[in-house]
């Protein structure tokens, strides 16, 4: 369960939080000069946020906040280029601060805990990074019981709630055994967590405070991932005041979001506006991402930026993706199976499997299957959210796969995909159900899915009978991929119709 929250973690890294209040010598301050290097933080603008902090602090050596600020450079430094000898370097630099805080904070200000919390909440993201599982709970758990020691100091501290929410809203997934998250007393769930993050957002509004990406980040997270409602996240993001086009931080966000939510067109369009030059931290994550999406578009360019992603960037996920979708290209836009099985072999020499699509590149490797041509076009028609293109093309070629035992099930379940988004349920269902009868015993995770599918649809109809019946049919089934991910889901289902 543990890799399944990458994905998610990808976006609670966006944004972590800062705010303002001034008090006695040692003191924290998010004075304009600080919120002025924040910002250039945001748009990854490192060099000159660092070369501006060290300034501050000499000018200002008692300002604590800027030891909150310094470890936001760090922090987005070692998450986007994953080099782990820079992040062992500079994960010195976490105790050496919060020791600093400890010992000068003024123990009565509502920041003295929250900044501690903040940058232990940073170094747990970026720890996930490097597969350190126990060192990342451990300040996830160091960072929740700061904020909850706070919460009850501070009661009407709002800032608290932006990072606090987010653990809330996501604690079901958190891969801690239930008696010790009782005895740690870590709890939550999703109502708690939205309600206190639309809280924040609607003061964040109210007061226009530098709060409100955070706000909207943490928002876009919790619906998206939590609630599953992906049109809602896109739409939150498109009627904010985010600019795409200032920030690759906020691009990132924008695309991600975007892509998931079937607009792959506006996902293209976005990640062509993303800022660049010397002054800016290099992210080729979103090369990748271009690649990605045009590749879901079937176009013929898709293979430029992912070469470009597979040769610049340093880190170790998602690389193994890299390569078997590069194997991909080869196959839906050159019928390429030698060019595939030379890119698919590179999936065995790179990366890591701390993620799921990573992990499920190298099964492709190690199963040593090509996929099906028309099949794997419709699939990445269909992810990049052109459901009719994706469901004209497998009607017209449904000759070849009715009658063929090794591809109907995919054939059904991919119906029951495109259908599901076209709206078309009675037949979104039927497809489903066809694909759960003929594939419960299957290795597959086909069947999981539909079945999950189908407890998202009648979750929607209101047939919560029929929803929980799902939920649990996808819950008894063990698929070799994206188990963990489809049983939290269905969990999560669960749990929203039970209250």
Not at 146 to 155: A, I
Request: hydrophobic share 35%; charged share 30%.
């Amino acid at each position: 369960m543990y890799k399944e929250l990458q994905g998610k973690i990808l976006f609670i890294a966006l944004f972590m939080g800062l705010s303002s209040l001034v008090f006695g010598q040692a003191r924290f301050e998010y004075s304009e000069e600080l919120q002025a290097i924040y910002q250039d933080i945001l748009e990854l603008k490192l060099e000159k946020a660092r070369t501006s902090l060290a300034a501050l602090k000499q000018s200002d050596p008692d300002n604590l906040a800027q030891l909150h600020i310094e470890n936001y450079i760090d922090f987005y430094t070692v998450f986007i280029n994953e080099d782990k000898k820079e992040f062992k370097r500079l994960e010195k630099n976490r105790k050496k601060r919060i020791k600093h805080i400890q010992k000068y904070g003024d123990k009565t200000s509502p920041y003295y805990l929250f900044s501690q919390a903040e940058i232990n909440l940073q170094w747990a993201l970026a720890r996930s990074k490097f597969g350190e599982q126990f060192n990342a709970l451990r300040d996830l758990y160091s960072a929740y019981r700061d904020l909850k020691q706070n919460e009850t100091r501070h009661p009407s501290f709002i800032e608290n709630k932006k990072s606090l929410s987010v653990i809330h809203a996501v604690n079901e997934t958190i891969p801690i055994p239930r008696l010790i998250k009782k005895i740690f007393t870590l709890e939550g769930d999703l109502e708690q967590g939205e309600r206190e993050i639309l809280e924040l957002l609607e003061y964040t509004k109210k007061e226009k405070s530098f709060f409100y990406a955070e706000a909207l980040a943490s928002h876009v997270i919790i619906t998206l991932y939590q609630k599953n409602d992906k049109e809602a996240a896109y739409q939150a993001l498109k009627n904010s005041k985010l600019d795409h086009s200032s920030s690759n931080l906020v691009n990132f966000l924008y695309a991600k979001v975007a892509q998931r939510a079937g607009y792959n067109d506006e996902a293209i369009a976005i990640l062509s506006e993303r800022v660049s030059g010397p002054e800016y931290l290099s992210f080729p994550y979103l090369d990748f991402l271009m690649g990605l999406s045009k590749l879901r578009k079937l176009d013929p360019a898709a293979d430029i930026p992912l070469k470009r992603f597979v040769t610049n960037f340093t880190g170790r996920l998602y690389l193994k993706e890299a390569y078997q979708k590069l194997a991909w290209y080869e196959l839906v836009i050159n019928e390429d199976e030698s060019a595939y099985k030379k890119y698919i072999k590179r999936v065995n020499t790179v990366g890591t499997e701390l993620v799921d699509d990573d992990k499920q590149a190298q099964k492709e490797y190690d199963e040593g299957i090509i996929p099906n041509i028309d099949i794997l076009r419709a699939r990445l028609l269909f992810d990049g959210g052109y459901n009719q293109r994706a469901y004209n093309y497998l009607i017209q070629n449904s000759e070849k796969y009715i009658y063929n035992t090794n591809l109907v099930l995919e054939y059904y379940y991919r119906l029951g995909r495109s259908t599901q988004e076209l709206k078309n349920y009675p037949d979104a269902l039927k497809y489903f159900r066809l694909t759960v009868e003929s594939g419960r015993a299957s290795e597959k995770y086909f069947a999981c899915n539909a079945a999950l599918q189908m407890g998202i649809i009648y979750e929607e109809q209101g047939r919560y009978e029929d929803a929980k019946k799902y939920f649990n049919e996808c819950l008894s089934m063990s698929p070799s991929k994206y188990k963990n991910s489809l049983h939290q889901k269905a969990k999560t289902g669960l749990d929203r119709i039970q209250k």
